[in-house]
């Protein structure tokens, strides 16, 4: 059937099924009345037999519909169409058995229908909770039999007239036939109390078209039972109209799970059996607060029965039911006490517990800290604190998912390597704390060595090998503290020695105190100095050694202290890293040094200018085109522009290299490997990376001129250079002698203080025309005695 086809049937099929409810609710009142006693019999006829078949059989195609819509392979349709079939049939038979006034057995066809109505509801009411409650605890399926047999233990008390019918000398056929239905309505009843009470099943405005279907149908069914007994009950009463009303809200309930499915199917997907459209149907979770009202009233509901069943008769049935209403109650209670006293102990675990990495957290070191400190005769302890080195630049270049891995991976690391009664927790970030057992200041600095080359080998994250440093602070018990709070402020004082010093580790000492103090002050005023543009840069040339000329500088930043004078990168750089600064100190050297090239470029003698890039500048991926801009905003070619990058950059991130200095040299800007043969060296980046020039460090130029070996190395490094297509460059050129060993050796450029210092703009410029004006050698010989 054309999903048009089906949305006009069901929209005309639904319409009959209320039209005709309406007239058929309306008309057993009027006959209820009397008020149709002026038309005749025929009218109650009519009601009884006409309107009463076809509202029911209007509810079982609205069924069937939905059923043949979701090609049949829903259970609890099913069997829900199959319960209101059953009614529609077993009320036909009736009809049209009694329709001139004759009376049936029992128990006959009819009665076999409207029996069969309940068993077949609850099974589809079973089937569809089956598909939500997998998996859910043993107590939420205890909440569940407290409100079920709280329910049935209250309906059984209002039954009372009914059950105890057999016991009065009724027959037991009538017994039979009034104690059968309302029964089956007080098992549905207590169902659906039951299914309230669940936590974690998921209720919803589809499920509550079913539940009031239920309730309705078994109120219908208990207050036939009441009236059975009493002999009261007569055919095309209002109360006819009961079943009817819940059967049709049954209907609603499975029409709107076929509707679901409908739209499902026209968005592109396939719903199967208890699948999207149930997920549709149950779209609100039961609260907490709902399943325990259900819950609580059960189970007082229960206890109030046994306290009728004191003063008056109640029925063995609903004793029965209230007492297994408290019983289960009781088991519930001891469930949630356990599961209380566990959830506790859970949090309390979790709560000493860092969640990444599973060690121990600052509130568990604290615990233990406080424990043995606070022994008497404690034995010496020993306080680590360790920060990874450049681990933010991890967490930049590889994302914080690569970060969080690394950081599993190191504490594991550190824990492979400490005794059993030390202890490793993680404060924060990628700080971690080693507490070490019976350790003055030798067994900590050993174990700190120890723990550095552990830390120091490879590591696998996300399929790039790592190499990370580690910086430690070592405090120790009592000699530098009397509590844990103390010592960690004391390691993590040395631990910022230990980073800034780069030695590795550090053990705290009084100084430190003052030195860290001074730390804190120097990092407020390089604060001011990049608002107040206080450092400067200085150029030192970079001399041909083929021809002489000199056709390129490197920026050299210097600080411009208001009080301290000059002051070289050493003592600032590493707090410019640290705090933080560096992207800013960069852009303002980058801007400095374009507008001098760009002068250079307006004087007609242009220069490239070669700038320092730390690799915490390098972890954006927008600096190609920042660079650009300014090049652009400042009418310099790209050309005139060199970056000077370190090995440490290249090894951590290839990829990430790779794909910055690709865009740098697209864009024109030329790449010069600083300090080569320094760090983690590694001759493959040379191949593989998009570089154009290498610079030779001073550590081994400066000794070449009388260590034969350092001279094979540079010697080697030139040679390998040029059958790379790389230019080379020699820094920390002193001596004429050097100068004139790297001429030999075919080196392409030189810079040093046999050259020249790194000067001012304006005394550079002096310096260039005095060596533009001279031969080398003279003005080699001139700037000599300003060079020593």
């Known amino acids: ?93 009736y009809v049209l058995m009694t329709v001139d006034g004759r009376s049936l057995p029992f128990p006959s066809l009819a009665d076999i229908g409207y029996l069969l109505v309940s068993p077949l509801l609850l099974a589809a009411v079973a089937v569809t909770v089956s598909h939500h409650a997998r998996g859910l605890t043993p107590w939420v399926w205890l909440d569940c039999a407290v409100g079920s047999l709280g329910a049935g233990a209250v309906l059984a008390v209002v039954l009372g007239p009914v059950l105890g019918s057999a016991a009065a000398g009724v027959s037991p056929l009538v017994t039979a036939a009034a104690v059968t239905v309302p029964m089956f309505g007080l098992v549905l009843v207590a169902a659906i109390a039951g299914i309230a009470a669940m936590q974690g099943v998921q209720m919803g ?265 580690v910086s430690i602070g070592i405090a120790v018990f009592p000699d530098d503290g009397p509590d844990l709070s103390v010592l960690l402020r004391k390691a993590d004082i040395a631990m910022n020695k230990a980073k800034t010093s780069r030695q590795g580790h550090h053990v705290y000492c009084t100084a430190d105190d003052v030195d860290a103090a001074a730390n804190l002050k120097t990092v407020r005023e390089l604060r001011t100095a990049l608002n107040r543009d206080q450092f400067v840069l200085h150029y030192q ?66 220069l490239t200018v070669a700038v320092n890039i730390s690799a915490s500048s390098l972890v954006d991926t927008d600096l190609p085109n920042q660079v650009a801009s300014m090049l652009a905003a400042r009418g310099v070619p790209p050309s005139s522009l060199q970056l000077e990058i370190t090995e440490g950059f290249l090894m951590v991130n290839r990829d990430l290299a790779r794909v910055i200095l690709t865009s740098l040299r697209n864009n024109g800007v030329s790449i010069s490997v600083d300090d080569f043969g320094t760090g983690y060296s590694s001759l493959s980046y040379l191949r593989d990376m998009p570089i154009d020039e290498i610079k030779i460090d001073n550590s081994f130029v400066i000794p070449m001129t009388h260590d034969p070996r350092a001279a094979v190395l540079v010697s080697a490094t030139i040679e390998l250079a040029h059958r790379l297509g790389l230019r080379i460059v020699a820094e920390g050129v002193e001596t004429a002698a050097a100068y004139t060993e790297l001429t030999r050796m075919g080196c392409d450029q030189a810079q040093g203080y046999f050259l020249s210092t790194p000067l001012p703009a304006a005394e550079l410029n002096r310096w260039l025309n005095r060596w533009r004006a001279r031969d080398r050698s003279a003005a080699i010989r001139q700037i000599l005695p300003t060079t020593a």
């Open 1 to 93: 059937m054309k999903p048009s086809t089906y949305g006009l049937a069901r929209a005309v099929l639904l319409w009959a099924m209320w039209l005709l409810g309406a007239f058929y609710l309306v008309a057993l009142a009027l006959h209820g009345l009397g008020w149709g006693l002026a038309l005749g019999d025929w009218f109650g006829t009519f009601v009884r037999g006409g309107l009463g078949l076809l509202t029911v059989w209007a509810i079982a195609a609205v069924c069937w519909l939905a059923a043949y819509r979701v090609g049949f392979r829903r259970t609890e349709v099913l069997l829900a169409a199959a319960a209101v079939t059953s009614y529609a049939a077993g009320n036909t038979f």
């Open 541 to 606: 040339p970079k001399v041909d050694l083929d021809t002489g000329e000199v056709n390129s500088v490197e920026a050299l930043v210097r600080w411009d202290h208001p009080t301290g004078g000059l002051l070289g990168p050493d003592g600032f750089v590493n707090l410019i890293e640290e705090s933080g600064l560096m992207p800013a100190l960069t852009r303002s050297v980058l801007a400095q040094a374009l507008d001098q090239a760009a002068a250079w470029h307006r004087e007609g003698h242009p």
């Open 205 to 469: 405005s589809r499920w509550a078209l079913l539940a009031s279907g239920l309730l309705v149908f078994a109120a219908a069914d208990v207050v036939y039972g009441l009236e059975v007994t009493a002999g009261t009950y007569v055919h095309g009463a209002p109360l006819d109209a009961g079943w009817a009303i819940g059967l049709a809200l049954v209907a609603m309930w499975v029409d709107a799970a076929a509707t679901d499915e409908l739209t499902v199917t026209q968005g592109g997907l396939t719903a199967t059996q208890g699948g999207l459209a149930e997920v549709r149907v149950w779209r609100r979770p039961a609260t907490r607060a709902t399943a325990l009202a259900v819950s609580s009233a059960a189970t007082i509901a229960g206890l109030g029965v046994l306290v009728l069943g004191s003063q008056v008769p109640v029925s063995t049935l609903a004793l029965g039911l209230a007492a297994g209403a408290l019983i289960a109650a009781g088991i519930r209670a001891q469930v949630a006490a356990r599961l209380l006293e566990r959830m506790a102990s859970q949090r309390l675990v979790a709560a000493a517990t860092d969640e990444l990495t599973g060690l121990p957290n600052r509130r568990a070191l604290f615990a233990e800290g406080y424990l043995r400190l606070a022994e008497p005769g404690c034995r010496r302890q020993a306080l680590l604190m360790l920060d990874l080195d450049r681990f933010k630049e991890v967490n930049d270049r590889l994302g914080h998912r690569a970060g969080d891995e690394l950081l599993v991976k190191v504490g594991a690391r550190l824990q492979e390597n400490l005794r059993g009664d030390d202890t490793l927790a993680r404060l924060s970030g990628d700080e971690f704390a080693i507490l070490l057992d019976d350790a003055g200041p030798d067994e900590a600095v050993d174990a700190a060595a120890r723990l550095r080359a552990a830390v120091g080998q490879p590591l696998i994250v996300e399929d790039t090998s790592l190499l990370v440093g």
